[in-house]
């Protein structure tokens, strides 16, 4: 769970739909300045711009399957490439199967990049449904809101931008969420073993409140420094 002292760190988070790996990943990249990498945002794009990928993508997405490992690797592959990079990534959603993670081993030794740790968001499935269902985001800046967790301090007003349109997910539905969850159990649950064989894996009670989380996560990235 370790690197050179000044190095870019390299956070995998792990965790069911709504465990929080999103408004998680946005509170450490504004901490530490990394990049969030997050699949099922690179895929939207995708479905978005109409590309072979997104056609492919849109239909798994909406029926809550997962999309295949050879598209979602490519993406990750070009993602990586990227310049930002070099400031550190936080991988959000992915990855989520065993191919994946084999794959991603694989890319961060060849792109010389070294893994500090695999953090496990540990949550109660029946608490993710609702937390799901009462999801919004504002159009303009992203910004993540909850209905009841997460409210807007001034209705209709973004917090962040000021944006007054908001935008909810097409695959936040009961049907898509239960199906989203049990593909989380079958695929991508058993990659909890595959990091604490590496040594890798940290686990985060991810029930309550938001800042708390949050203040847990940054001892885990505190303890993933090595020694000056
Ligand atoms: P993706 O976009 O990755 O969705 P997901 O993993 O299902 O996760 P979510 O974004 O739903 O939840 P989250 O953990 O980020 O929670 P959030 O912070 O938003 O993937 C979507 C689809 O794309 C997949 O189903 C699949 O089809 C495809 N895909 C993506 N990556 C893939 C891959 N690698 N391989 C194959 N297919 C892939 O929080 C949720 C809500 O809860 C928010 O409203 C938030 O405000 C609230 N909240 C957060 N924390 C708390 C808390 N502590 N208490 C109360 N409320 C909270």
Redesign the pocket.
Known sequence: MDGPANSPRTII?L????????????KLVERYGLVQL???????AAVKAGTDAGRA?DK??K???????E??IAI?NDRLDAPDVAAGVIF??????TA?ASALDDLLVRKGIALHAAIL?E?DDA??VE??S???TCAACGE???????PLQTPGVCDACGGMEFAR?A??TAE??A??LQ??HA?TAPLVAHYDAQGALARVD?????K??TSDLIDVMEATRAPA
């Not at 029926?63 to 490992?69: A, I, Q, R, T, Y």
């Not at 959000?92 to 199967?97: E, H, I």
């Open positions: 988070l965790g069911p739909p709504g465990a929080g790996k999103g408004t998680q990943a946005k997050s699949t099922g945002d690179l895929l939207r993508a798994v997405m029926e809550g399957g997962l999309v295949s490992d598209i979602v990750v959000d959603g992915f990855p989520r199967t994946q968001l949550v608490a993710m937390r799901i009462g999801r919004f993540g809101y909850h209905d009841s967790f997460k997910r695959d936040d898509t969420v199906g989203r593909a989380y695929e991810a029930m309550g409140d938001i708390r989380i």
